[in-house]
């Protein structure tokens, strides 16, 4: 199986940053895309930054110029640096992952517990 752990949440004042955290474990034989989603109570959840295993990124137009993603390989662990936070970016984000778990199996997305931003005076 494949774990993805978060960590990096917690509370912010506007204007401040956080730095969210991903690593995945497990069996794992190669990862193709990473990325980073948020979802607040009674709404759907929206992709907020991707980024493939060769580097390329798209991010959300809510936080373009605001947050970066960004993947170590070897460690197998995704970033995301939040800059200039906003009321608005309060949510849960989860980590996402692309994930062939073995050569003989198809590649399926993994998700991780979701973490907690709250961005509040």
């Known amino acids: 199986q494949v774990q993805l752990v978060e960590s990096g949440g917690g509370l912010v004042q506007p204007g401040g940053s956080l730095r969210l955290s991903c690593a995945a474990s497990?069996?794992?034989?190669?990862?193709?895309?990473m990325g980073w989603y948020r979802q607040v109570p009674g709404k759907q959840r929206d992709v907020v930054a991707t980024?493939?295993?060769?580097?390329?990124?798209y991010y959300a137009d809510s936080v373009k110029g605001r947050f970066t993603i960004s993947r170590d390989n070897a460690k197998n662990t995704v970033y995301l640096q939040m800059n200039a936070l906003k009321p608005e970016d309060t949510a849960v984000y989860y980590c996402?992952?692309?994930?062939?778990?073995?050569?003989?199996?198809?590649?399926?997305?993994?998700w991780g517990q979701g973490t907690l931003v709250t961005v509040s005076s």
């Open positions: 996402n992952a692309i994930v062939r778990p073995t050569p003989a199996t198809m590649s399926r997305a993994f």
């Open positions: 980024i493939t295993s060769g580097g390329s990124t």
């Open positions: 497990g069996s794992i034989f190669s990862i193709n895309a």
